[in-house]
């Protein structure tokens, strides 16, 4: 399956000022179209999973902003019918020329380093108990569950503490399934330094986990966690890099340069080390995504 690609930084490619605690759960409130607009054009592009606007939509950080929980409910809940409306869209006009299935809506549960805002995903050691981890992840879970989306994306998690607490928290809701998608420093371990092959081993357990991997890391890394995961589990492999750049979190910005081989060139030989749903992350664009479905279509 084909994921999508960016959303938020390619918000800001589209002009949005995403200088806010909130980043693109922003939009949710000022530009939702925008929200909109964008998973049309990667349904367009190829994608077969729409990734909706809730990565940092939480209820403290919608409290912050002076919202109380029931508009934060409905900002939620707002994110998935974005993504619906969307696809259905799409789905409407397109779906007799296109050999592919109806895609599907995958609501993201950012972590919650996330909520922090400060790029304490890209590093874990929190300092939070995992009953703190688990009473903060518990209602938004509840509202996505209930919101329409096809399944959760658990996303950018940069721990294996934090994954098995969302684990946990899925045997909740027994009609709901997700994903669960690390983070990673380097080619072998979390953000958190735990090793790849060892979470993915932990979380096999689960049956409502449908699908491990990375997310948000360095695409040269791509292949070395996937040969560690696939010795380790034999659930579904799913891979969705940034651009390769980095992200400064005090400055908001982000740094470097981007990957110089293409996604969809590196791509094939992550197919090759098992991964059977990619996408992209930070600073891919509808482009990328259009560029891989036409280079894995023959090879998925």
């Not at 939509?57 to 919608?62: N, S």
């Amino acid at each position: 399956m084909i994921l999508d690609g960016a959303l938020a930084t390619e918000l800001e490619r589209r002009g949005a000022d995403l200088r806010d605690p909130l980043w693109s759960a922003k939009l949710l409130i000022e530009q939702p179209g925008l929200i909109r607009a964008v998973h049309r054009d990667y349904f367009e592009a190829g994608a077969d999973v729409a990734t909706t606007a809730t990565y940092q939509a939480t209820f403290a950080a919608f409290e912050r902003r002076g919202i109380d929980g029931a508009r934060a409910a409905q900002l939620m809940r707002d994110s998935v019918a974005l993504a619906r409306a969307a696809r259905d869209e799409f789905w409407s006009q397109c779906s007799e020329r296109l050999d592919r299935s109806r895609p599907l809506i995958a609501a993201s549960v950012g972590p919650y380093g996330a909520m922090l805002a400060d790029g304490s995903e890209y590093r874990g050691k929190y300092g939070v108990s995992e009953a703190e981890l688990a009473d903060f992840h518990r209602p938004r879970l509840a509202v996505l569950v209930q919101a329409g989306a096809d399944l959760l994306a658990c996303e950018t998690i940069p721990s294996l503490g934090e994954a098995l607490v969302l684990a946990r928290l899925l045997q909740e809701f027994p009609d709901t399934c997700a994903w669960i998608s690390f983070c990673c420093r380097d080619a072998e371990y979390t953000h958190e330094g735990q090793s790849i092959g060892e979470c993915v081993a932990e979380l096999n357990p689960f049956v409502q986990i449908v699908s491990v991997g990375v997310n948000c890391t360095r695409p040269e890394y791509s292949g070395a966690l996937l040969r560690h995961m696939r010795k380790r589990t034999d659930k579904p492999l799913l891979v969705y890099p940034n651009s390769g750049e980095h992200y400064d979190a005090e400055a908001k910005r982000w740094l470097g340069r981007a990957e110089v081989t293409p996604l969809a060139q590196q791509a094939r030989d992550w197919v090759a080390q098992g991964a059977r749903l990619i996408g992209g992350c930070c600073r891919t664009t509808p482009e990328d995504i259009r560029a891989l479905r036409t280079s894995l279509l023959p090879c998925v």
